[in-house]
């Protein structure tokens, strides 16, 4: 069911409004914490073990890296991928469709916008703690630890941010859970591929190198890793900045595909 809103306050985000639906979704998370942090850290560092071991006893080196650096380091994005575009489409589906969660909290003085940027905004500070844990866990098994690290939750934060909206987007056009197979077989599993976590794009035809090169999960991989090992200056900057354009561009389509699902 649909709720008729008051007039939008165009490009107002007012701090209560944000602030009310943070706190809502933090006293929500500690019931459910165990979970999600269980599925949302638990298979990146699976697929860290498998490829960096099962693969790096044969491959030594990986485009100047050890295997294990090059996995571990590639493996934070699989993490943010998983603890974000994922939960945003399911958990949004759910909450409009059976729960009715953004009903209630449209009845109240928030507006869609200030909705979906609070859910996208937490949903990206999940991110960016999941999104570490792989990288921790290749520390302990030889990645060498930098200064460089500290600035992988503000990567993983800024991707989060993005995915989110991406889910979010995705949940307000989907009509039922069958959807999301198209969206994660024809969508997500292709960008994650060729994303270089597992193998140098370098590798790739031409054309999925161009994929690549437009891919947010590339550009999320590519600064984890140079910020492990070392910034490539306006390279990275302009990596930076297809992430920052990403979630823009995701945040203002997933506000449209919510308003047209909620609001009358």
Same mark, same amino acid.
Request: neutral net charge; aromatic residues 16%; glycine residues 8%.
């Given at each position: 069911?649909?709720?008729?809103?008051?007039?939008?306050?165009?490009?107002?985000?007012?701090?209560?409004?944000?602030?009310?639906?943070?706190?809502?979704?933090?006293?929500?998370?500690?019931?459910?914490?165990?979970?999600?942090?269980?599925?949302?850290?638990?298979?990146?560092?699976?697929?860290?073990?498998?490829? /960096?071991?099962?693969?790096?006893? %044969? !491959?030594?080196?990986?485009? +100047? #890296?050890?295997?294990?650096? $090059?996995?571990? @380091?590639?493996?934070?994005?699989?993490?943010?991928?998983?603890?974000?575009?994922?939960?945003?489409?399911?958990?949004?589906?759910?909450?409009?469709?059976?729960?009715?969660?953004?009903?209630?909290?449209?009845?109240?003085?928030?507006?869609?916008?200030?909705?979906?940027?609070?859910?996208?905004?937490?949903?990206?500070?999940?991110?960016?703690?999941?999104?570490?844990?792989?990288?921790?866990?290749?520390?302990?098994?030889?990645?060498?630890?930098?200064? /460089?690290?500290?600035?992988?939750? %503000? !990567?993983?934060?800024?991707? +989060? #941010?993005?995915?989110?909206? $991406?889910?979010? @987007?995705?949940?307000?056009?989907?009509?039922?859970?069958?959807?999301?197979?198209?969206?994660?077989?024809?969508?997500?599993?292709?960008?994650?591929?060729?994303?270089?976590?597992?193998?140098?794009?370098?590798?790739?035809?031409?054309?999925?190198?161009?994929?690549?090169?437009?891919?947010?999960?590339?550009?999320?991989?590519?600064?984890?890793?140079?910020?492990?090992?070392?910034?490539?200056?306006?390279?990275?900057?302009?990596?930076?900045?297809?992430?920052?354009?990403?979630?823009?561009?995701?945040?203002?389509?997933?506000?449209?595909?919510?308003?047209?699902?909620?609001?009358?």
């Amino acid at each position: 069911m649909a709720t008729t809103a008051a007039p939008r306050r165009l490009g107002r985000l007012e701090r209560p409004a944000l602030t009310g639906v943070l706190v809502r979704e933090v006293v929500n998370f500690s019931s459910y914490w165990r979970s999600s942090t269980f599925s949302s850290t638990v298979e990146p560092t699976i697929y860290l073990l498998a490829f /960096g071991f099962g693969f790096g006893s %044969l !491959v030594s080196r990986v485009g +100047g #890296f050890r295997y294990v650096e $090059f996995v571990g @380091t590639g493996t934070v994005a699989t993490a943010v991928l998983f603890s974000s575009a994922f939960p945003a489409m399911f958990g949004t589906f759910v909450k409009y469709q059976f729960q009715r969660t953004y009903d209630a909290i449209l009845a109240a003085p928030v507006d869609t916008e200030e909705l979906v940027s609070a859910e996208a905004l937490w949903i990206a500070t999940r991110a960016g703690v999941y999104g570490c844990v792989p990288m921790l866990v290749a520390m302990a098994f030889g990645l060498d630890p930098s200064w /460089g690290m500290f600035a992988v939750p %503000l !990567v993983a934060w800024i991707a +989060g #941010f993005g995915w989110a909206c $991406f889910g979010i @987007t995705i949940a307000g056009f989907a009509s039922s859970f069958e959807n999301f197979n198209y969206v994660v077989s024809a969508v997500l599993t292709p960008l994650f591929l060729v994303a270089g976590t597992f193998f140098p794009i370098s590798t790739l035809p031409r054309w999925a190198q161009i994929l690549a090169e437009v891919n947010p999960l590339h550009h999320c991989v590519e600064l984890v890793r140079h910020a492990v090992f070392g910034f490539h200056g306006w390279t990275d900057l302009a990596r930076v900045g297809a992430l920052l354009a990403f979630g823009l561009i995701m945040w203002r389509i997933a506000i449209y595909a919510m308003e047209r699902k909620l609001i009358d």
